[in-house]
């Protein structure tokens, strides 16, 4: 149980460009899903928040025009990354959270590389 | 915010040692304490977790402790395994729910 997809698991795209990234829960439901990027050889910073049915909350320091989030469903968010430069090459990987046992645990999705050119 | 230190950044052991991962954080409020196993290109796994009304957990050979009055929590790894090489993150929050501030990671070497 406990299962995070994300589509799709690279992408290539020219700079101005944008790119959708889904995340999909696939046997529960995520009323909240979070965003992440890791550069090469660094760890995960938090992107943003997102809320099924509400505005996502963005993290100090990112752009909520230029990563725009939509979670549409209990199992489904998606990150656009509008007009993307090469230094927005990242690996971009969402999580979300499941109720297990007595608690909540954090599953990620398998993470999304994305090369801007 | 939180801010989560991580220590070593490297740590290379013998196979059957022990390993022992450090982090801090700054954030009294937080009470929600995973720890993550990453292989290069692939998701983060969680290993084992902790949560701050208690003192120290084991699953088999991993053992997570934490001290909330120094806020420091600790990953012990026993009888290390090759398959046990990878880059380990401490990541902190308020709850389960909540996103997560991860410490830097410490990349863990198993000599054979």
């Known amino acids: 149980g406990a299962v995070v997809s994300q589509h799709p698991s690279w992408v290539i795209c020219k700079s101005g460009t944008s790119v959708k990234i889904e995340c999909r829960s696939l046997d529960f439901q995520a009323t909240t899903m979070f965003w992440y990027r890791q550069f090469p050889k660094q760890s995960l910073m938090l992107m943003a928040t997102s809320n099924e049915g509400s505005k996502a909350t963005y993290e100090q320091g990112v752009e909520k025009d230029k990563f725009l989030i939509n979670h549409a469903s209990l199992t489904l968010s998606t990150l656009t990354v509008t007009s993307a430069h090469p230094e927005d090459s990242s690996f971009y990987i969402c999580?979300?959270?499941?109720?297990?046992?007595?608690?909540?645990?954090?599953?990620f999705g398998p993470g999304t590389r994305l090369t801007v050119t | 915010g939180e801010n989560v230190e991580q220590h070593p950044s490297t740590l290379s052991v013998q196979e059957g040692d022990s390993a022992v991962i450090k982090c801090t954080y700054s954030d009294s409020a937080s009470n929600y304490f995973p720890w993550y196993k990453q292989e290069l290109g692939k998701r983060p796994q969680l290993i084992i977790d902790?949560?701050?009304?208690?003192g120290e957990k084991k699953d088999q050979r991993i053992a997570v402790t934490l001290n909330k009055t120094a806020k420091h929590f600790s990953l012990h790894i026993t009888e290390t395994q090759p398959e046990d090489s990878a880059v380990y993150f401490c990541a902190a929050s308020l709850r389960g729910a909540d996103g997560l501030t991860f410490g830097k990671g410490t990349h863990l070497i198993i000599q054979p």
């Open positions: 999580s979300a959270a499941s109720y297990r046992g007595f608690s909540y645990e954090q599953y």
């Open positions: 902790i949560r701050s009304n208690v």
